[in-house]
T-cell receptor, first 116, second 115 residues
Framework: EPEVTQTPSHQVTQMGQEVILRCVPISNHLYFYWYRQILGQKVEFLVSFYNNEISEKSEIFDDQFSVERPDGSNFTLKIRSTKLEDSAMYFC??????????????FGAGSRLTVL | AQKITQTQPGMFVQEKEAVTLDCTYD???????LFWYKQPSSGEMIFLIY??????QNATEGRYSLNFQKARKSANLVISASQLGDSAMYFC????????????FGSGTKLNVKP
């Protein structure tokens, strides 16, 4: 079964360092997303991406965050200068959007970011 | 106001019994989608079941069914014949057409299945 793959599974970084989280969405999917889950809390929307541009972003997604699709397969989330509160599980997701109703998000296994 | 409310932080169920996980939602849009995801201790998010606001029938997927009560704005997940592997966090989520890229998640319910 097709899946969304994320790397790394766990990254530990020092505060102020740049981090890049990588995702390979399902190949025929058109919409890509990043969500975040702080330990023990709900999953929160960060950003959606379609046709090589951001289609929507939340208030969490400030200037320290950026996304890009550098080639035909990878979708990356960059955090420029990490803060302690960026420690969370980051989920990549993709969807095919065959129709509004069938737009199921398929999530990756997540990348756990720990900022020290 | 919260878009999705899950009022049960934790639930216990005996193996082989059925369990209902509650979810209520808040939207003024007549067209929306409701989803349930399972998150095992390993962390990944696994899609379980979908219900569209215009669907006449309650959604079912194997042992999972969704008790959709539109007037009450509730979309409870029913797991029949619980198995030990069902122990996990369960998240209810909603998508509205105005922001179809954005899913709103509830705070989750931790289900523990006892042998």
């Amino acid at each position: 079964e097709p899946e969304v793959t994320q790397t790394p599974s766990h990254q530990v970084t020092q505060m102020g360092q740049e981090v890049i989280l990588r995702c390979v969405p399902i190949s025929n999917h058109l919409y890509f997303y990043w969500y975040r889950q702080i330990l023990g809390q709900k999953v929160e929307f960060l950003v959606s991406f379609y046709n090589n541009e951001i289609s929507e972003k939340s208030e969490i997604f400030d200037d320290q965050f950026s996304v890009e699709r550098p080639d035909g397969s990878n979708f990356t989330l960059k955090i420029r200068s990490t803060k302690l509160e960026d420690s969370a599980m980051y989920f990549c997701a993709s969807s095919a959007f065959e129709s509004f109703g069938a737009n199921v998000l398929t999530f990756g296994a997540g990348s756990r970011l720990t900022v020290l | 106001a919260q878009k999705i409310t899950q009022t049960q932080p934790g639930m216990f169920v005996q193996e082989k019994e059925a369990v209902t996980l509650d979810c209520t939602y808040d939207t003024s849009d007549p067209s929306y989608g409701l989803f349930w995801y399972k998150q095992p201790s390993s962390g990944e998010m696994i899609f379980l079941i979908y219900q569209g606001s215009y669907d006449q029938q309650n959604a079912t997927e194997g042992r999972y069914s969704l008790n959709f009560q539109k007037a009450r704005k509730s979309a409870n997940l029913v797991i029949s014949a619980s198995q030990l592997g069902d122990s996990a966090m369960y998240f209810c989520a909603m998508r509205e057409p105005l922001n179809f890229n954005k899913f709103y998640f509830g705070s989750g319910t931790k289900l523990n299945v006892k042998p």
